[in-house]
T-cell receptor, first 113, second 112 residues
């Protein structure tokens, strides 16, 4: 059973470009979470989604960031007009149901130049 | 989620047991105790969780105090690969706490 798959693992974007990070949850998991880890800082919750629904986006920056988890295909975290402060590791996690154990992917490292 | 307190760092010698403490004096009766670890440049890895009784799995053991105000993650024989940041997290078993809230964790250094 494959784990949580994230791609790309590393992404370089110039200021002002868009970044799209993809996450395929573990098989049978319909709950997806996104976390961000800034350099030398802790993991911060961003958003929690179920298929086609955003359940909790209390950790998402108000502008430029969006997330989706369509009926078919991976979850996408989209960052528009990236700035240097967006440089971070972005981790996706999944669980089969609310309250169940959450498993993380290997992360996507975004560098904004 | 209730707050947990962990030492910032600990050291251990390779092939010796490691006891990583966690204090959670404000734990509620419905909080599970979860442990995750994060190796350098990797995502958090689930280690173990428990509610009241001690728990064992292939990775570690979790010893929970009788009053549940503290717990200890036990690595029975540390290897260099166990060097990581270890996070102790409380999570309401009702599922109302949907996501995990990470603190600063304990940086474990394993000496050869």
């Amino acid at each position: 059973n494959a784990g949580v798959m994230q791609n790309p693992r590393h992404l370089v974007r110039r200021r002002g470009q868009e970044a799209r990070l993809r996450c395929s949850p573990m098989k049978g998991h319909s709950h997806v979470y996104w976390y961000r880890q800034l350099p030398e800082e802790g993991l911060k919750f961003m958003v929690y989604l179920q298929k086609e629904n955003i359940i909790d986006e209390s950790g998402m920056p108000k502008e430029r960031f969006s997330a989706e988890f369509p009926k078919e295909g991976p979850s996408i975290l989209r960052i528009q007009q990236v700035v240097r402060g967006d440089s971070a590791a972005y981790f996706c996690a999944s669980s089969p149901a609310i309250g169940n154990t959450i498993y993380f992917g290997e992360g996507s490292w975004l560098t904004v130049v | 989620d209730a707050k947990t307190t962990q030492p910032n760092s600990m050291e251990s010698n390779e092939e010796e047991p490691v006891h990583l403490p966690c204090n959670h004096s404000t734990i509620s009766g419905t909080d599970y105790i979860h442990w995750y670890r994060q190796l350098p440049s990797q995502g958090p890895e689930y280690v173990i969780h428990g509610l009241t009784s001690n728990v064992n799995n292939r990775m570690a053991s979790l010893a929970i105090a009788e009053d549940r105000k503290s717990s200890t993650l036990i690595l029975h024989r540390a290897t260099l690969r166990d060097a990581a940041v270890y996070y102790c997290i409380l999570r309401d078993r009702s599922g109302s706490a949907r996501q995990l809230t990470f603190g600063s964790g304990t940086q474990l250094t394993v000496l050869p």
